[in-house]
T-cell receptor
Framework: KNEVEQSPQNLTAQEGEFITINCSYS?????LHWLQQHPGGGIVSLFM???GKKKHGRLIATINIQEKHSSLHITASHPRDSAVYIC?????????????FGEGTQLTVNP | GAGVSQSPSNKVTEKGKDVELRCDPI?????LYWYRQSLGQGLEFLIY????????KSGLPSDRFSAERTGGSVSTLTIQRTQQEDSAVYLC???????????FGPGTRLTVT
């Protein structure tokens, strides 16, 4: 079993829909990252969080440390949100700063 | 300011040849990471540099892989005697401190024929 599991693997939505992508992890972490990878391959860091909730524009990320779970929400989705969304965790301090990645969620937003 | 840059953007090489991939991190960033993304697979960690500390090489898949970081800035990932399974996108990222978010370069797509 992977240490970081994402669901769903693939998600298709209509423009305007509210989208949720989930991430569960099985190890102790010091931080969790949400990344966005566009079809051209470039990766952008969306959020880094270790507790609570962060919001940036139409994107919201939450984390529940006790339940080892994080969600990424996209409100009023748009075709330009189509990308692969990747959850990654940084383990406890003794493991340094290496990230362990989920398999990614391919999101397609249709107009 | 300038982001993380990588060169070359694409590299095609014959099996058995050595290749060098270069990463220029954001100026002032002390931490530098190499990751690999094989076709249809997720990202995997390769190696991590932090300042003058010994690098964390625990993700390197074999002794054919090595990396160095000169002067705390530019890094080179070297793959010796390339194999077809080395074909992947190699991504570099940097961050200002060990615990801060990481900024990714555009990657180098390596194809071993």
């Amino acid at each position: 079993k992977n240490e970081v599991e994402q669901s769903p693997q693939n998600l298709t939505a209509q423009e305007g829909e509210f989208i949720t992508i989930n991430c569960s992890y099985s190890v102790g972490i010091s931080a969790l990252h949400w990344l966005q990878q566009h079809p051209g391959g470039g990766i952008v860091s969306l959020f880094m969080l270790s507790s609570g909730k962060k919001k940036h524009g139409r994107l919201i990320a939450t984390i529940n440390i006790q339940e080892k779970h994080s969600s990424l929400h996209i409100t009023a989705s748009h075709p330009r949100d189509s990308a692969v969304y990747i959850c990654a965790v940084r383990k406890g301090e003794t493991s340094g700063s290496r990230l362990t990645f989920g398999e990614g969620t391919q999101l397609t937003v249709n107009p | 300011g300038a982001g993380v840059s990588q060169s070359p953007s694409n590299k095609v090489t014959e099996k058995g040849k050595d290749v060098e991939l270069r990463c220029d991190p954001i100026s002032g960033h002390t931490a530098l990471y190499w990751y690999r993304q094989s076709l249809g697979q997720g990202l995997e960690f390769l190696i991590y540099f932090q300042g003058n500390s010994a690098p964390d090489k625990s993700g390197l898949p074999s002794d054919r892989f090595s990396a160095e970081r000169t002067g705390g800035s530019v890094s080179t990932l070297t793959i010796q005697r390339t194999q077809q399974e080395d074909s992947a996108v190699y991504l570099c990222a940097s961050s200002p401190e060990r615990l801060y978010e990481q900024y990714f370069g555009p990657g180098t797509r390596l194809t071993v024929t």
